[in-house]
């Protein structure tokens, strides 16, 4: 094995199966993005995203980076048209998803893929029909159902497998898995599913130092090989400092910054994961004027 | 020390259960409403063991032995039993042909139209139709659709079928809703969120969770469905229950007694084959 899994599933498989238009929908056409002052409101005091602008083009790899609730997940989301903004503007490709038709807005979001933090495969799935559900959006009905009996494609799931080294995970079922091998597993399905854009909310949360760079490394190529929009949510500072060309530092719902890694200085960082209550990131000395630490809620509702 | 230690009975505001009262009011409303429907219906159960009931209770039972064994009626029953199945197992399947659909349509689990963003009234609307209808059918009994349909088809396991058809394409329905809304939310959202349909979604990311349970449910409606088919015998739809009516108005007790012994190794038979499937499907 070996050449043919380097290249990756989808070049050297343009038209994997006939009822998708799997070239138009994925390499070359990539998606870009424009937030125009986007707020999201969860409910509570404070706000998920909160007035925020960014323009992110077609083929750019973008690292979102800032301390957990800082609003990572809720900004892809709302890039992944998986969320609908309470305020402000959201184009993704050109259009607004939320005045699309029902079928437009599916064509849209199937050239979009976003990988969720947890892997959202169910415990009773074998590994390859986990990964072959990434074609869903290019199979009919008929096509699905014969899957599930006999799997449509699994060369092209064991090609997707082996650029993260799950290969031989091919006919495991998914809850025989480790954590970090069921978050490979969700994102070998994001490389069959031929989408422009892939939108990873943290994707190495469960993996080793090593395994974490030679995954981001694979996501990386396959975006830049297809020509696709790569937007990864990560708390690795350093990974997306040195691998991404754009880092988006978020706190508290807003950008805090927007730029090179060149020019991400390390007061940049430790202003960005300064907490209130433990203080200072490690290794930092920078203090936030603030006041007391606010005192924590208490759960409205709950039984 | 930096900060000054809390009072103390700040501190114990701060680790008071903030749904203890909820539950505790709960708890109380739920003894009082029970009450009154105690009295309403005149739960006395210290009649059973008073000498009269229990010298009667004696006398029907003492009449189920020995059970009856002669080879007529055991092949009788046994032509009986085997209409039972078959009505229960017609009446099922159909219901099951109708709950489906309907379940699919009543998700919201599986809604497309509601990936984001709240449902739109349109879909809205259209779930609480499905709702309304399985609630409709499920809500008539099935001895009641059994004496409207005796009137159309006659005499006879059609009425039952169509009987057990309606009124468990009601329940099916209602609780293949509730398991599927009750999976994890996570691979089901994931497909939609990515472009999926909604039958995507539902066969690979809700049904390989929620397969054991839509399973054993389901035989379990196949024993509950044999149950309903001895009831619809009594008002003639033949079957082992039209056999039951028959043995009890003769106060044969022993032909009665094998009756039930059949339906034991009935339900005992969907027991095992619910526990294997299960197994199976785990």
Known sequence: ?303 | MPTAPRSPTREDARLRDPAWHLRLTMAVLAALLLWPMLVASEFKPWQLLDAHSLAASGRFLASFVPPALDRDFLVLVAQSAWITVAIATAGLTLGWLGAVPLTLLGTARLSQSSVGRPMRPLPALGRQAVRWLLIFLRSVPELVWALLFVRVVGLGPTAGVLAIALTYTGMLGKVYSEVLESTEAGPSEALLRNGSSRLGAFFYGALPQAAPELTSYTIFRWECAVRSSVIMGFVGGGGLGQQMDMSMKMLAGGEVATMLIVFMMLVALADHVSRLLRDRLA
């Open chain 1, 1 to 303: 094995m070996t050449s043919r899994a380097r290249q990756g599933p989808g070049q050297d498989r343009g038209e994997p199966d006939g009822a998708g238009p799997v070239g138009a929908d994925g390499a070359g056409a990539a998606v870009g993005f424009r937030l125009d002052r986007v707020s999201v409101n969860f409910g509570g005091t404070r706000r998920a995203l909160s007035d925020v602008s960014l323009e992110i083009r077609p083929g750019e790899q973008v690292a979102l980076i800032g301390p957990s609730g800082a609003g990572k997940t809720t900004a892809l989301s709302v890039l992944g048209a998986a969320l609908r903004a309470d305020e402000g503007g959201v184009s993704i490709d050109g259009q607004d998803p939320w005045q699309l038709s029902g079928p437009a807005l599916r064509a849209l979001r199937a050239r979009l893929f976003i990988a969720p933090q947890t892997p959202p495969l169910p415990a009773r799935q074998r590994v390859v029909t986990a990964v072959l559900a990434g074609r869903l959006p290019h199979w009919s009905l008929a096509q699905a159902l014969r899957s599930l009996a006999l799997p449509a494609d699994p060369e092209l799931a064991r090609q997707a497998l082996a650029r993260f080294s799950l290969q031989d995970k091919l006919w495991t079922r998914v809850d025989r898995l480790s954590g970090g091998e069921r978050q490979r597993v969700s994102l070998a399905r994001a490389l069959v599913s031929g989408a422009a854009a892939f939108l990873i909310d943290e994707p190495l949360s469960a993996l080793d130092p090593t395994l974490a760079l030679q995954t981001l490394d694979v996501l990386a190529q396959t975006a830049r090989d297809r020509g696709a929009t790569l937007i990864c949510s990560l708390h690795q500072v350093d990974l997306a400092l040195d691998r991404f060309p754009r880092v988006i530092g978020l706190r508290d719902g807003n950008i805090v910054f927007d730029r090179a890694p060149a020019k991400v200085s390390g007061d940049d960082i430790s202003r960005l994961y300064y907490n209130r209550d433990t203080g200072p990131a490690p290794g930092t000395e920078w203090t936030l004027e603030t006041g007391a630490a606010p005192s924590p809620g208490r759960p409205s509702r709950c039984f």
